[in-house]
């Protein structure tokens, strides 16, 4: 079975929760991810787009097996900005992406104390990300066509060009104000081996659309 991810609203802090966009509260010794990005012939550093934090407590009850961990904390970014409609120095397509352009940061304990969240301003220090919206989990079918950790891709083309790969998480098209081409998705991947290692710095990112 995979696990679903539900989306809600909410009013509630949700620092060191399982939260979608909002800023992520990272240990002091994690640096937020960039790309290094080129305009003008000059390069500089391009944040990542923040896309979730998931506490894995929040996963136990949906993965008997223990194929994920079950303590700490999961970050994800990726270079999605064009999808949400904002400028941006990349173009992720169809297709496999480029290393640099999909991290997947871990942390194996949570500590309230020294965690602190990692906010993203413009030049009138106004916030760039979107509100957090909380995060809850269900159980789904493997195959399902939704937002979701584990099973496997939807479109099938995504294993046919990475086989022996295992997915992570799969990003649906309309998820919190994206758009993936006519009906895309984001699939998270590794290979077999790194992810029974738990090597969550080799992720691999996939896109297929209808």
């Not at 990272?26 to 937020?32: N, V």
């Not at 950790?149 to 295992?166: D, N």
Request: net charge negative; aromatic share 14%; hydrophobic share 40%.
């Amino acid at each position: 079975m995979a696990i679903k991810i539900n989306l809600q609203e909410t009013e509630t802090e949700l620092f060191c929760c399982s939260k979608w966009w909002g800023d992520p509260d990272l240990p002091a010794d994690m640096e937020y991810p960039t790309a290094v990005a080129e305009e003008d012939g000059e390069t500089f550093d391009y944040p990542l787009t923040f896309i979730c934090q998931i506490d894995c407590e929040d996963l136990a009850p949906f993965d008997p097996e223990g194929k994920l961990p079950h303590q700490g904390m999961f970050y994800i970014f990726a270079g999605i900005d064009e999808y949400l409609d904002y400028d941006s120095p990349f173009h992720n397509g169809l297709g496999r992406w480029d290393r640099k352009q999909v991290v997947v940061k871990y942390t194996k304990a949570i500590n309230f104390e020294t965690f602190r969240s990692a906010i993203l301003v413009d030049d009138e220090d106004q916030p760039l990300t979107a509100p957090a919206l909380k995060m809850t989990f269900e159980a789904c079918e493997d195959r399902a066509d939704c937002t979701k950790l584990l099973g496997v891709p939807f479109f099938e083309e995504v294993l046919q060009e990475m086989p022996g790969h295992v997915n992570f998480l799969q990003i649906d098209s309309d998820t919190a104000g994206l758009r993936f081409y006519d009906e895309g998705m984001l699939n998270l991947l590794y290979s077999e081996a790194d992810f029974a290692a738990g090597k969550w710095k080799l992720v691999k990112g996939y896109m297929a659309s209808c």
